[in-house]
C-alpha cells in the first residue's frame, strides 16, 4: 500500500500531528512534520513534500493563513496543494467563485465583521479562506480543502485522498 508520497503536516500540537501521522502512515504515505511556519517552509524547500496540511493558529492567530500565503506566492511552492485544519466553522456556497461568495459574505452584516471566512462550494468542492490582516485589509486565497479539530479519521483520508488523486 505504499504511495511513495510525501506529506507535510505543520502544526503546533504534538497530539494533533502524531493522530494524523498514524491514520496517513496506515494509507501508505510518508508523514513529515513542523511546529511552525519558518520550520515548515524549511522541509517544503528541502523535503519537497506531495501535499500539506496546515494548522492555523500557531505562534500567531495566522500563522498557517501567512504559510499558505508564502507557498501561494513562491514559485517553487505554488503547486504544493495543502488543506488548512481549523476548528473554525465553513460557510458553504453553490456559487461558481467561492472567493465573490467570500466578498459577498463580507457584505453581509451578519459576517462582516468576522476576522476570518472559510468557504467551499458544495457543488465542485473548490474552497478558499478570507481574512482580515492586523491593518484591516482583505486577503484571499483558494485552498485544496479543510479538515476540522479533532481529526475525523475517515475525513482526512478522504481528503487527503482527493487532493493526492489517490
Known amino acids: 500500500m505504499k504511495t511513495n508520497k510525501k506529506i507535510l503536516i505543520v502544526d503546533d500540537d504534538i497530539d494533533v500531528i502524531t493522530v494524523a501521522e498514524t491514520i496517513l502512515t496506515k494509507e501508505g ?5 513542523a511546529s ?4 515548515g517552509l524549511e522541509l517544503l524547500r528541502t523535503e519537497k513534500p506531495d501535499m500539506a496540511i496546515l494548522d492555523v493558529m500557531m505562534t500567531t ?6 504559510l499558505a500565503n ?3 506566492n513562491n514559485p517553487d511552492l505554488k503547486n504544493v496543494p495543502f488543506l488548512i485544519q481549523t476548528s473554525i466553522d465553513v460557510l458553504t456556497t453553490t456559487k461558481a467563485s467561492v472567493q465573490d ?11 462582516k465583521d468576522l476576522n476570518v471566512l472559510l468557504v467551499k462550494n458544495v457543488t465542485d468542492g473548490s474552497a478558499g479562506i478570507d481574512y482580515k490582516t ?3 485589509t482583505s486577503v484571499f486565497f483558494p485552498v485544496g480543502g479543510f479538515l476540522t479539530k479533532p481529526i475525523d479519521g475517515t475525513k482526512l483520508v478522504c481528503e487527503v485522498n482527493k487532493l493526492m488523486k489517490k
Open 36 to 39: 511552525g511556519k519558518e520550520e
Open 134 to 136: 492586523d491593518d484591516g
Open 101 to 111: 461568495m467570500a466578498r459577498e459574505f463580507r457584505r453581509d452584516s451578519n459576517f
Open 70 to 72: 508564502e507557498m501561494l
Open 29 to 33: 504515505y510518508t508523514v513529515i512534520s
Open 61 to 66: 492567530h495566522y500563522e498557517g493563513f501567512e
